[in-house]
């Protein structure tokens, strides 16, 4: 078994890591942490899990012994991961949900983030964990910088294009979140009267996943940038899960529909949690699970990729559970494979 | 013009006041009051009313020369129009859209609001606002204690049947109420993320409406309670507006549906924000309106009769306006006929 | 390995099946049908299921060689499986979510079903499949009639209440539902302009769970309408999922909310899918699971019960694979444990 | 007063002409009609105008004297209105809110619409009624084609970009609506459990409401697709009411945010109906009303416009109404200038 943390517990991250690691079958969860909440049964603050653990959470900021796990999952609020990655010991192995250290720029860093960051030194240790296309890297990880919810959809969606060379010109990504995205903490962009009949934009070219999808891509293909610019816009959508992507970019030469079905297949071949959808994906049909649903479509030398996933699922836990699975040779479906709902 | 002003701007009741008298053809708003939104454009606070109004919200607690006004609602916070009342000219008319002065006991008064009353000795200048019931003591009235949502819609539901001595027995009164009842202050309960998908029960046997609903209904029937008890429970609708009331009561006889029927249509024969629904109301159809929907079904000598209103129109400040114009001397329904919207 | 068929799998009953019984470990679905989409794969249908399974729809009225089946859950619309149950093999075990079968008088039936009941011979032989109550009989039964969904959440919060002869005297259940509810067919209640913002009640005074609540209640007590009556009215709720049951009645002589909660607790000591919720219960912390969250609270001779459970699993599907699981000896949870999310 | 006749007064452009004529001052409705509720009172079928108006609805197929009316609004699914045209007497003025009379192109029609134009010989007596655009022409004209609500949210962000020439190269338009622009009646795509939960493209690079776009965008500048390409594509939204546009496209020079702030205040300056917001527009800020919230960013050569209306409004029948007004000379706003709500 493989003795668990998760530090932040008391948050959606942290909600369903627990909701995924108490039905992992070679999962021990020794350690769940909170802040405020801390003395309290889990059960409390998450009623979902009634009857399912009657694990307690520790104070975050505690001592805890962390050599005796094996793997510690951080979902904390940015900003904090930094501060405790350094205390933790190597023999530890560390996934993190927050975006402390998926950028190997600092300068990018401080400018997305809004503050310095201050433990640069280790952030090489770090494998960026997207699953489908960092699969090896991760196997041999000991530390993950997990992807973003945002991130993980526009990489997997554009990810084959700019691999073979295919995309130019500009790419737009018309990105749009529920408002599990921003966290357990109310907030006034989360308060239910205003957020229920709304939908906006939000953080106007400023998205911090940005520089994270555009250092990722540069592992596909060093020189994409040459002709290329990455443009991403984020919307809140008044449902609570899912991200949706619309990706438009113009082909160096016209392709067919079937062409570019070619390419996405061959790509995704066995990718058990990439599904391609019929028409168009839709987040309801992805919700509350590790799938990832893509479809595309072509007209003249314009392609639409479509993505929808569940945010906080292949967007954060899920993918970080599938992490996990790989960092300690277990089949890398473990505990991942369960259906959404319909409806 | 009727010199308006309205100290408690930038919350709910307070928008709606503004969204009403902004296009009340004889209202003259003079000021609007906010705290933390103080020096904002109005539309700021309320982008729905850009293009509307050019106001700018006055800090709630300087000091304003209230006796050049005519009217001022209260739309602040419980416990905080007490503190304001004694302050102001008698020559100023009062709205409270809030609880503190719609009570007449001040031990009743701690017990529900959980603080001591610290104005009691003008309670008694206070007209409750029911406006369908009380309208000739309101047309007097200089003050008025408004009527709370849940309160207006059980008392327009119940009061045909204890004036008339019909009920008798337990009063089951189901309430649910949309997440704008809750404010706009972000709060755990109005979180999107939990709010969207739920339903539960709240304050269980413990509302403070309840003892406002008894002493009304007491004005119909001093002894009502003498074989009657009010059983009241509010639960929380994933809906942003409205309040629905499925109220269940024995009547003394076995009456038929046509016999309860006539009773309210005579009860409610000139009351034109009062509506019959077939079948069931619903909240969809009285939304943003002053409209109350009602309907009641009879079995052997148990009715249940169903109320939908809007909880801050005729359950706030609709209900509000509509005493104004009474106080005033104008025809009732001045500014507040309008239609709801299907969808 | 238990043989299955799925007889109409292309509604939310079978749709709710097919997620819980493709990763059941002791089942295989040997045969799932449906009308219109017969030919098609499943997964066209219910695109949460791509990538979990490749069966594909044989149409309902064809001939089909049951013999070789286990068990056979009939999800179809009321009024068919009293044409199919006479056909089928007694070698196999039927468990039927539509109310064909569950009610023993067939002129009740005829008054709540509108149709005359034309297999009434066999009914003897169902077993009415309110687990925690039925368990032993169940155990033992070839045909079970699964419970309602209102009926489930109205006769499990009763139940200890009229088995102990503690009610008397009117017990006021008003209950409300979610629009999955009303089925996968769209129609004017469920168009979402409509549902999305409403909140009404629906079959006043005439749902047809009622005879099958004041049925199974007087199992536990012959005599319980003697001095009770049940008036049971049901709501429409703008979720998708959840039945929310409030259960207000007199108790003989007044208890105290610990005696209450220790009938309750006794009652239900050993039921895993019975959850003590605190304060309230919430649809949205059983939404996609099989438990039942309860809670009471007291008033003098008043108490209420709260119940909350997802309508299509404790109130469809889980029921009627937790009823299976009886059936065939194996245990009771299996294919059941399973966490909701949060949020 | 203007004699109105409304065709298609039960789904939703009729509902919201309705909402609004009974309450513009100059406007007598001497007409409503529907199909399958011809003899039903208005009231019936839209329960928000209980107690407003006492009309009922006349066959739409009936004979009907129509040379006694001033103005007709065709409220009609796609395809009905050319058939009626043909046969209304010149007198009367046509506002027409179906698809039929936007396209000067027969075969574009066919391609868009899948159905021949059977009076094609009238089109060109019908204005295009983008009222902010086309105001000169509209306030002579006596049919008037009005703009589909997806046209409008497009055509009112890129205007001044396409007039002054600025735009070129591709021209992204990712657009959402809510359910509303569905229609009235209940269909897949519009069923509750489904939509409630959902987001997903539809209509895949194949929307009817692009060829009406660069033809109108063709009217401000004849060369625009010399070097410009239109890609617009369609989603649906969970929410009622609201269509978005997130329009993204180059600039031929880089230009500043004030710059493009600069043009589009002058192009807009004395718009009423076109309010400015500050970051993002809302649907929630508009909905139920006619204003248009535009905002814009720029970051290099690249323009993002941002365009939130509602669909039944400016999108259909508020633009509807404001056409009238220019048509029969009086004040562009009338009855028009109401405040939507918040929340």
Redesign the interface.
């Known amino acids: 078994m493989i003795k668990v943390g998760i530090i932040g517990g008391s948050g959606?991250g942290g909600?369903?890591l627990l909701?995924l690691l108490?039905?992992h079958p070679q999962v021990d969860i020794k350690l769940v942490t909170a802040n405020e909440h801390a003395g309290k049964r889990v059960d409390?603050v998450?009623?979902?899990?009634?009857?399912?653990t009657d694990l307690i959470f520790a104070p975050t900021n505690d001592e805890h012994n962390f050599a005796e796990l094996d793997c510690v999952f951080l979902a904390l609020p940015h900003g904090q991961a930094m501060e405790l990655v350094p205390k933790l010991p190597q023999s530890v192995k560390i996934i993190d949900l927050s975006g402390d250290f998926r950028l190997n720029d600092a300068e990018v860093f401080k400018e997305f983030y809004g503050r310095e960051h201050t433990a640069m030194q280790v952030q090489s240790e770090f494998v960026y964990g997207l699953t489908e296309v960092k699969r090896q890297q991760i196997k041999e990880a000991t530390r993950i910088a997990n992807p973003g919810c945002f991130a993980t959809a526009l990489e997997l969606g554009l990810y084959p294009f700019i691999a073979s060379g295919l995309a130019t010109?500009?790419i737009?990504a018309?990105l749009?979140t529920?408002?599990?995205g921003?966290g357990?903490?109310?907030?006034?962009g989360?308060?239910?009267?205003?957020?229920?009949?709304?939908?906006?934009?939000?953080k106007?070219?400023a998205h911090q996943h940005q520089p994270e999808v555009e250092q990722l891509l540069t592992t596909a293909n060093k020189d994409w940038q040459q002709d290329s610019?990455l443009?991403m816009?984020t919307?809140s959508?008044?449902?609570?899960?899912?991200i949706?992507a619309?990706i438009?970019f113009?082909t160096r030469v016209a392709m067919t529909t079937d062409e570019i079905g070619g390419l996405m297949r061959d790509f995704y071949a066995n990718e058990?949690f990439i599904?391609f959808?019929?028409?168009?994906?839709?987040?309801?049909?992805?919700?509350?699970?590790n799938?990832v649903?893509l479809s595309w479509?072509v007209?003249g030398d314009?392609v639409?990729v479509?993505v929808?996933l569940d945010n906080?699922v292949k967007g954060a836990s899920g993918q970080a559970v599938q992490n996990m699975n790989l960092m300690f040779g277990i089949e890398e479906r473990t505990g991942l494979?369960?259906?959404?709902?319909?409806?």
């Open positions: 959606y909600s369903e909701r108490l039905f409390a998450h009623p979902n899990l009634a009857k399912l010109g500009k737009i018309d749009k529920g408002s599990s921003s357990a903490k109310p907030a006034a989360t308060h239910h009267p205003k957020r229920a009949n709304s939908f906006y934009a939000y106007i070219f610019t443009v816009q919307h959508l008044p449902t609570v899960r899912g949706f619309s438009y113009t058990f599904r959808a019929k028409g168009s994906p839709d987040i309801n049909w992805v919700k509350h699970t799938f649903d479509a007209s314009t639409i479509f929808a906080l494979v369960m259906a959404g709902s319909n409806p």
